[in-house]
């Protein structure tokens, strides 16, 4: 099963990192000023990672493929690293899928 990482910004901003079962981070949040937000942002990966169409699948400028997942309201909920293909994108993307909705939150910060 997978693990929500919340974690402190250098800038005391949360963020969340999703891991896979293997301890790959699949999925790292933007910023948050209130841990409470950021927790909502966890609900909303959840949520929002079992529809295909919340995934916005990008190339960077060094040709690597990444992809964003959003919410209903089209914000950024969180990214992906880069990926060396796109068929590793679209396993990463599974990742997310399959991980999200029952993984454990771990509070780095306490």
Same mark, same amino acid.
């Given at each position: 099963m997978g693990k929500f990482i919340i974690s402190k910004r250098r800038n005391d901003e949360f =963020?969340? &990192?999703l %891991? +896979? %079962?293997n301890g790959e981070v699949v999925l790292t949040s933007e910023g948050y000023v209130q841990k409470a937000s950021c927790r909502k942002g966890i609900e909303s990966v959840r949520i929002n990672s079992q529809d295909d169409l919340r995934f916005e699948r990008k190339t960077a400028v060094n040709d690597k493929d990444y992809f964003v997942l959003k919410a209903r309201n089209g914000e950024i909920i969180g990214k992906? =690293?880069?990926y060396s293909s796109k068929a590793s994108m679209e396993t990463g993307i599974g990742s997310v899928k399959r &991980? +999200?909705?029952l +993984?454990?939150?771990i509070d780095e910060t306490i």
């Open positions: =963020q969340f &990192n %891991k +896979a %079962k992906s =690293q880069l &991980n +999200a909705p +993984a454990e939150v």
